[in-house]
């Protein structure tokens, strides 16, 4: 049979999954010989079986008898006892903490006997026993039986009318006498019966009521954003009390052993004097410094202090504590590991080492690289109370602020006058590149994280914010709620929260991000903050198994890449190659009537594509490079259907008609998808035009060469987008094999062929593909695409929201990878493609790669490297090592 019922000296803090953070950790503390009331924990599993039964499990009374019994003879009073009463607080715990989200009582035991008894336990302090008395029948009413707070706030407000006082702390006895009345009244309407004068019955339905407050909508909504599973029930803490409301001597605080934010070490916390906790959270009373108490009561602060150190020492990190003072005795109710700052974090993770407490793979799993991400985006500061506009995804961290301009163009000219511009657009297409490169910051209305605004804007480390569609975008203004903005008025976007402002907001650049761009502030190098980052990245890198490389498709972005710590880039783009000017040759192309006209396009493209990779070849010098083959539709490239055919249909009334326009509207009609991502675009491209790989393939050797030539080493790796038949795949790689082979000569340069698994059916045949192919990338956007046939453009903005709601999943798939999905389809591919030829080289390119959960994913598949955006190479590289310690750890187990 299940044990329900844990006494304090029977836990420890490895059970919080049984007890709760709060009540594994009390009882840590007992065991450690701490001043902790006395008490005990009713499990999880007790909760658990409450909400599913509707009622207590059996046997659960009978335990919670015997533990009250026990808790009785220590404490040598009796709950409730009219003439000495133990009165208990009765608290939610649960294995996750979610500060203020389930509800606590205090004070059950009271009732009209008792509470003489605890005026007289209080030396005949009566005010303190009809106060604590009022705040039970206001608590309990509130929690247990669902009466409204207000109508308690009402008879006090009235209480305070009445005597023509402003302040609680000067009711004296008799008027908190009468408002115990008062709230009986309040209590008797609401529920129908009197307040419940028998401590067990006050102690049994407050229990119920934590139980209960698991499911409550507040927590519920907090489980949910914070992705705490919905199942765990929280456990209830039944603590004797002790009362920090009797007097100058006594009172309550709260204490962190370290600054929570910027991780000092030092006092920090604060006191109340004569006040209970509930006072202190609800910020009613100015606190004091907890450094004050010194003056005030030196005995308990060095007691305190003394508990500080034991607490560091034993948990070996931060701990943040709540405590009271009855009557100058120190008492310890609370204690855990304290949440903190991403920058206190790497400090702190630093100083423990200094101090000896914790090893260098103990402390890099104190950070993570959602912490580090926090640290390298410029920040707002939002001190000034900026007018929030509207909130929408958070696509690509970051903080700008800039006029608003709603063309790309628009963005182009106004950043040549120096202008700062947020480009606003319903959604982004690649001919709005310039204007995002031009731009602070890129706003949408639709899309989420994947969409094409998300995707570019992260490559280049820009701020955006998608899908923010409480926007109604016009032609020179936007409106959200009532209010409208006009182009040229400023805003400032947080890519980070999803926020919209109006207005500038200040911002703050990022140390860390100048440290690993080389160029920090030399006043800030011994900061303690950047040579904590320093000491944790080097250790990742040291423990890592996976390598990390970037995707990039500029020499500059490659450049920065490579002094954020990438090792290659896993994914070059080759379509972006075929933008701005270039895109009158794309259309030659498209348009070609005749071989020659084919050839004449791409004989004009081949070389500025050849100094395009050798800039890319350079920057990388002695890395490897894998380019990808181009991918997109054509059509991608063309003027839109819609666009043009008005365009046409108005020339021609007027009688202005255009050949070219006319023939450049026939090739869009041609070329027109229903489902263009499913449509001609990869390896289909490349088989159906030809020349077009040729060209590109031809290219990339060429580059190679030259490098080669001026004496670098250059280590081209060739990529074959969407692949789903290794047929596909032999007929390109014949093909450019022969292209290396000519241009290669004996130069000595040596050039790998591989594929993007990208479809699922190329998953499902990998070991057949990997005949053809010496290294493996993932195409994880688009695999995720493909396997849940959601379109990765459209899906996040209009309905993900139902999904996560639903809790069908917690996480979009295309933010973080979909383990048991598209992760089985990666686990295949991993699995026959080394099979079929060891040694076959294994990355990942879509966007998982520079997520942290998603890195830890494919460290355990055993691939050999991630790839990801620039801005978050240093994050995979931190994840890289915090995976590899974590796996190696569980292997020891
Ligand atoms: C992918 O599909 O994961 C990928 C990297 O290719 P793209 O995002 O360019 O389709
Ligand atoms: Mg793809």
Request: proline share 4%; glycine share 10%; hydrophobic share 40%.
């Amino acid at each position: 049979m299940s044990k329900f019922v844990y006494d304090f000296a029977e836990g420890n803090r490895d059970m919080k999954d049984l007890l709760g953070g709060k009540g594994a950790n009390l009882a840590e503390m007992t065991n450690l010989g701490l001043p902790v009331p006395g008490g005990f924990t009713i499990t999880t599993e007790a909760c658990q079986r409450y909400l599913a039964e509707g009622h207590h499990a059996d046997g659960l009374a009978a335990e919670i008898d015997a533990h009250l019994a026990a808790l009785e003879t220590t404490m040598g009073r009796t709950l409730g006892d009219p003439a000495d009463p133990l009165l208990v607080s009765v608290r939610s715990g649960a294995k996750f903490s979610m500060p203020g989200m389930m509800e606590t009582v205090l004070n059950v035991g009271l009732n009209d006997e008792s509470v003489d008894g605890l005026s007289r336990q209080a030396g005949g302090n009566d005010r303190f026993a009809w106060d604590s008395y009022r705040r039970l029948i206001q608590m309990f009413g509130k929690t247990v039986c669902d009466v409204p707070g207000e109508e308690f706030e009402e008879a006090l407000h009235s209480a305070k009318v009445g005597k023509g006082v402003k302040d609680d702390v000067q009711l004296d006895a008799d008027d908190l006498r009468a408002l115990v009345t008062a709230y009986k009244k309040v209590f008797a309407k609401h529920t129908g019966h009197d307040f419940p004068q028998d401590p067990r019955e006050q102690l049994d339905l407050a229990i119920e009521a934590v139980f209960r407050s698991w499911n409550a909508d507040r927590a519920v909504l907090y489980r949910r954003q914070e992705r705490i599973p919905a199942d765990l029930g929280t456990a209830v803490n039944v603590v004797a009390m002790v009362f920090g409301n009797l007097g100058p001597d006594s009172g309550t605080g709260v204490a962190f052993t370290r600054d929570p934010s910027t991780g000092e070490t030092g006092v920090y916390g604060d006191y109340l004097q004569n006040a209970q906790g509930e006072d202190v959270v609800a910020g009613i009373r100015n606190t004091l410094a907890l450094a004050d108490l010194e003056k005030i009561d030196k005995k308990s602060y060095d007691e305190l202090l003394g508990i500080m150190s034991t607490l560091e020492a034993h948990y070996h990190d931060l701990c943040d504590i709540e405590f009271t003072i009855e009557r100058g005795k120190l008492w310890m109710l609370q204690t855990r590991v304290g949440k903190r700052t991403a920058a206190a974090a790497f400090t702190i993770a630093a100083q423990l080492i200094d101090e000896g407490m914790i090893d260098l793979d103990e402390a890099l799993t104190r950070v993570s690289g959602a912490q580090l991400a926090q640290l390298m985006f410029p920040r707002f500061d939002l001190a000034g109370d900026p007018v929030s506009l509207t909130r929408g995804v958070g696509a690509s961290p970051g903080a700008a602020y800039g006029e608003v301009v709603f063309s790309a163009a628009d963005a182009v000219a106004a950043a040549a006058e120096g202008r700062q511009v947020i480009l606003v657009r319903r959604e982004t297409n690649p001919d709005d590149l310039s204007g995002m490169i031009a731009a602070q910051g890129i706003l949408t209305s639709r899309g989420g994280k994947t969409s094409h605004a998300a995707v570019v804007a992260r490559g280049m480390g820009k701020t955006c914010v998608c899908g923010a569609d409480a926007i109604e975008i016009g032609r020179d203004q936007f409106s959200v709620g009532g209010q409208v903005v006009h182009e040229g008025d400023v805003i400032s976007i947080d890519g980070t929260t999803g926020r919209v402002y109006l207005g500038e907001v200040p911002v703050r650049p990022s140390e860390v991000v100048q440290y690993f761009e080389g160029d920090l502030d030399p006043a800030l190098a011994n900061e303690p903050l950047v040579a904590a980052v320093h000491l944790l990245m080097t250790h990742a890198d040291g423990a890592a198994a996976l390598k990390v490389r970037t995707n990039a498709d500029t020499g500059p972005d490659a450049a920065r890449a490579r002094r954020f710590g990438a090792q290659g880039i896993g994914l070059c783009r080759t379509e972006h190659m075929f933008l701005g000017d270039r895109r009158e040759l794309v259309e030659r192309l498209i348009l070609a009537r005749t071989e020659a006209e084919r050839n004449d396009a791409l004989g004009a493209l081949q070389p500025l594509q050849r100094a395009d990779f050798l800039d890319i070849f350079r920057e990388m010098n002695g890395l490897p490079v894998t380019v990808r083959l181009i991918d997109p539709p054509l059509h991608e490239f063309l003027p839109s259907l819609e666009d043009l055919a008005v365009q046409v249909a108005v020339a021609k009334a007027r009688g202005e008609q255009s050949e070219r326009d006319e023939r450049m509207l026939a090739a869009v009609r041609r070329m027109h998808e229903s489902n263009p991502m499913l449509g001609l675009r990869g390896v289909r491209l490349g088989l159906v035009i030809p020349g077009l790989f040729a060209m590109q393939v031809r290219a990339i050797a060429e580059a190679a060469v030259a490098l080669a030539a001026e004496g670098g080493r250059p280590r081209p790796e060739i990529m074959v987008p969407l692949v789903g038949a290794v047929q596909e795949l032999e007929t390109v790689r014949a093909e450019a094999e022969k292209i290396i082979a000519e241009v290669v000569g004996d130069s000595g340069v040596k050039v790998l062929i591989g594929t993007m698994i990208e479809v699922p059916r190329a998953a499902l045949t990998a070991g057949q593909i990997a005949e053809a192919a010496e290294f493996f990338s993932f195409g994880t956007n688009d695999l995720t695409q493909m396997a849940w046939g959601f379109s990765r453009d459209d899906v996040e903005g209009a309905f993900f929201w139902r999904y996560l709601e639903l809790g069908i999943f917690g996480i979009s798939p295309f933010e973080s990878i979909d383990r048991d999905g598209v992760g089985r389809l990666v686990r295949i591919a991993t699995a026959e493609g080394r099979k079929a030829r060891p040694g076959l080289k294994l990355g990942v390119c879509g966007e998982h790669g520079g997520d942290p959960e998603s890195v830890h994913f494919f460290h355990e598949v055993g691939l050999d490297y991630v790839s990801c955006s620039p801005f978050r190479v240093p994050i995979a590289r931190l994840e890289a090592g915090r995976a590899a310690i974590s796996s190696a750890g569980s292997d020891h187990r």
